[in-house]
């Protein structure tokens, strides 16, 4: 990890050349750290992405209960340092489901309702973990809470097909179409343009 003072240095003025420059713009801070999330949404940001999903800073959940913004709940094997060393899971998809269930049920207990929740492809999950949730990413519906898709450029896409990120565009057009027809609500995304139009394809589908 980078020390909370590092993170800070990076965010701060970056949030506030942000807000300066673009006022209507809505910022999303990704983080895991109460106390960062607290200072990027006193100065501006109005959306915490936690990569840990609350199980790196016990603070955050009762921030995110005080602030009332829109909290993206991640899940993530491990930390980032031991994620994808040999992650285990004896099935993928019932078990993220489960994590995610209990995690929702603590935040509505603190009176959080608006909570996203991302698979977190690639954090703590092999190649097939990947696809497997991908595949039964439906399945994710059952908690009532939106589906985010971060996909984009992801190893388990290059790697399959032998090419490198920057060659990954068509399969991660490919990916976020397949998340959108299994109920993905929200895809975090590198090509704009090119995911907008996946986007209304599907949307023709639906």
Same mark, same amino acid.
């Given at each position: 990890?980078?020390?909370?003072?590092?993170?800070?240095?990076?965010?701060?003025?970056?949030?506030?050349?942000?807000?300066?420059?673009?006022?209507?713009?809505? /910022?999303?801070?990704?983080?895991?750290?109460?106390? &960062?999330?607290?200072?990027?949404?006193?100065? +501006?940001?109005?959306?915490?992405?936690?990569?840990?999903?609350? $199980?790196?800073?016990?603070?955050?959940?009762?921030?995110?209960?005080?602030?009332? &913004?829109?909290?993206?709940?991640?899940?993530?094997?491990?930390?980032?340092?031991?994620?994808?060393?040999?992650?285990?899971?004896?099935?993928?998809?019932?078990? /993220?489901?489960?994590?995610?269930?209990?995690?929702?049920?603590?935040?509505?207990?603190?009176?959080?309702?608006?909570? /996203?929740?991302?698979?977190?492809? +690639?954090? +703590?999950?092999?190649?097939?973990? $990947?696809?497997?949730?991908?595949?039964? *990413?439906?399945?994710?519906?059952?908690?009532?809470?939106?589906?985010?898709?971060?996909?984009?450029?992801?190893?388990?896409?290059?790697?399959? *097909?032998?090419?490198?990120?920057?060659?990954?565009?068509?399969?991660?057009?490919?990916?976020?179409?397949?998340?959108?027809?299994?109920?993905?609500?929200?895809?975090?995304?590198?090509? &704009?343009?090119?995911?907008?139009?996946?986007?209304?394809? &599907?949307?023709?589908?639906?």
């Amino acid at each position: 990890f980078v020390s909370q003072e590092e993170e800070l240095s990076r965010l701060v003025p970056s949030i506030e050349l942000l807000v300066k420059e673009f006022p209507e713009l809505l /910022i999303s801070v990704d983080t895991f750290r109460a106390d &960062v999330a607290s200072k990027a949404v006193d100065i +501006g940001a109005c959306m915490v992405n936690d990569i840990s999903g609350g $199980n790196l800073d016990s603070n955050m959940f009762s921030f995110v209960a005080k602030t009332k &913004v829109p909290y993206i709940l991640m899940h993530m094997q491990g930390t980032p340092q031991n994620m994808q060393q040999n992650p285990i899971y004896e099935d993928v998809t019932k078990e /993220i489901i489960f994590f995610f269930a209990e995690q929702i049920r603590k935040l509505q207990q603190l009176m959080v309702n608006d909570i /996203i929740i991302d698979i977190g492809f +690639g954090f +703590g999950k092999t190649i097939d973990h $990947n696809f497997e949730i991908l595949k039964n *990413l439906e399945l994710f519906k059952s908690l009532d809470a939106p589906i985010l898709a971060g996909i984009s450029r992801k190893s388990m896409l290059y790697k399959t *097909l032998g090419i490198s990120a920057q060659e990954a565009l068509n399969a991660t057009t490919s990916a976020n179409t397949i998340a959108l027809l299994n109920g993905a609500h929200i895809l975090r995304v590198h090509d &704009v343009k090119e995911a907008m139009e996946a986007v209304k394809i &599907v949307s023709q589908v639906l």
